[in-house]
């Protein structure tokens, strides 16, 4: 059974505490991304990794931080730096690198994260 | 700077009609869009994807356009039945400065159909 997990479903956090999302996957996708959604707006893109070892910044990467050291696993970390992190968070994979112009991304079921 | 808008944020209807959904983006130098589905709290389900070079995606009662020139795309769904009701997102692949693809999204319809 393919897909990709997200846990925990939902996450409270005091302010200045750092937290871990975990997102595995088990599809053998090269790339794997993080986005952040809030409500009335698109989705917009933390970090990305096309390949185990690398990541990128992506437009709101600040206050956040992640690891690819296996192929299967892309957490990401909120740190006490992220001044407004209470959101819902996706994990996503596509199975071509992000050079690729075909990256159609496969989604999980999301983290929900409640700053207290 | 390349901008996705979806056109209404909400949208109710009676169960039977047939509706339109609309994606629109400013550059049209796009690789391809694709359509979303999302349930309350749930992750994205990609619905249809279309390539730069297509004009139509179909998947069941869904019918996805693409018109690059224009910068338009359009969602039909038939005989709309209360199990879509859920939030609908279009999001178009670009090169990004970088030179990686990236996908820039709308801010998604939310669907509502009544029984």
């Known amino acids: 059974d393919g897909g990709i997990t997200q846990s925990p479903k939902y996450l409270f956090r005091k302010e200045g505490q750092n937290v871990t999302l975990s997102c595995e996957q088990n599809?053998?996708?090269?790339?794997m991304y993080w986005y952040r959604q809030d409500p009335g707006q698109g989705l917009r893109l933390i970090y990305y990794s096309q390949i185990v070892n690398d990541f990128q910044k992506g437009d709101i990467a600040e206050g956040y931080s992640v690891s690819r050291e296996k192929k299967e696993s892309f957490p990401l970390t909120v740190t006490s730096a992220q001044k407004n992190p209470t959101a819902f968070y996706l994990c996503a994979s596509s199975i071509s690198p992000t050079y690729s112009s075909y990256n159609e991304q496969f989604f999980g079921p999301g983290t929900r994260l409640t700053v207290l | 700077k390349q901008e996705v808008t979806q056109i209404p944020a909400a949208l109710s209807v009676p169960e039977g009609e047939n509706l339109v959904l609309n994606c629109s983006f400013t550059?049209?130098?796009?690789?391809?869009l694709q359509w979303f589905r999302q349930d309350p709290g749930k992750g994205l389900t990609s619905l249809l994807l279309?390539?730069?070079s297509q004009r139509e995606q179909t998947s069941g009662r869904l019918n996805a356009s693409l018109d690059k020139s224009s910068g338009r795309s359009t969602l039909y769904i038939a005989a709309s039945q209360p199990g879509d009701s859920a939030t609908y997102l279009c999001a178009v692949s670009l090169l990004g400065p970088d030179s990686n693809y990236q996908l820039i999204w709308g801010a998604g319809t939310k669907l509502i159909i009544k029984p």
């Open positions: 599809l053998n996708h090269d790339a």
């Open positions: 279309i390539q730069s």
């Open positions: 550059d049209s130098a796009i690789y391809n």
